[in-house]
């Protein structure tokens, strides 16, 4: 793993701290979220648990049916299987510091970069298959009530 190494996926950039895939620990990496950026959809994670911690701007950040506005300081986490979202609706970047346990990896992000990058419209069918080998599922659409 290389420490310097940036994945841009879109305008969002990860910078992974500490990649815990070759040992099936704990995974850190830092993100970078411009404000307005575009985001992964709301999802779940099958395998991991989820630490989000703001450094720096605020980040609106969903859990499950509780949303909240994070600023410095502040974070919430993710257990696994509960769907969530996150996006800067703000006016300055943002950085968070994220841990994941255990880690899906640097590679995973690698991959979603390619999808993501490629140009043209997303293809979220290529999107969803990185995804799922990994152990995430979006988010179905909310379905209004009968």
């Given at each position: 793993?290389?420490?310097?190494?940036?994945?841009?996926?879109?305008?969002?950039?990860?910078?992974?701290?500490?990649?815990?895939?070759?040992?099936?620990?704990m995974?850190?990496?830092?993100?970078?979220?411009?404000?307005?950026?575009?985001?992964?959809?709301?999802?779940?994670?099958?395998?991991?648990?989820?630490?989000?911690?703001?450094?720096?701007?605020?980040?609106?950040?969903?859990?499950?049916?509780?949303?909240?506005?994070?600023?410095?300081?502040?974070?919430?986490?993710?257990?696994?299987?509960?769907?969530?979202?996150?996006?800067?609706?703000?006016?300055?970047t943002?950085?968070?510091?994220?841990?994941?346990?255990?880690?899906?990896?640097?590679?995973?992000?690698?991959?979603?970069?390619?999808?993501?990058?490629?140009?043209?419209?997303?293809?979220?069918?290529?999107?969803?298959?990185?995804?799922?080998?990994?152990?995430?599922?979006?988010?179905?659409?909310?379905?209004?009530?009968?």
């Amino acid at each position: 793993m290389n420490p310097d190494e940036v994945i841009k996926a879109g305008q969002l950039e990860i910078r992974y701290l500490v990649d815990g895939t070759a040992t099936g620990s704990m995974g850190v990496f830092e993100l970078t979220l411009p404000p307005g950026a575009n985001v992964p959809p709301p999802h779940s994670h099958r395998d991991n648990e989820e630490f989000f911690y703001v450094v720096e701007g605020a980040v609106t950040y969903s859990v499950d049916a509780e949303t909240r506005d994070l600023t410095p300081g502040e974070w919430m986490s993710t257990p696994r299987g509960s769907v969530h979202g996150f996006r800067n609706v703000g006016s300055q970047t943002a950085r968070a510091i994220v841990v994941l346990t255990p880690d899906i990896g640097a590679q995973y992000f690698r991959e979603v970069a390619a999808v993501v990058n490629a140009g043209g419209p997303l293809d979220k069918a290529k999107l969803v298959a990185v995804m799922s080998r990994y152990g995430l599922t979006p988010a179905l659409p909310a379905q209004p009530a009968a």
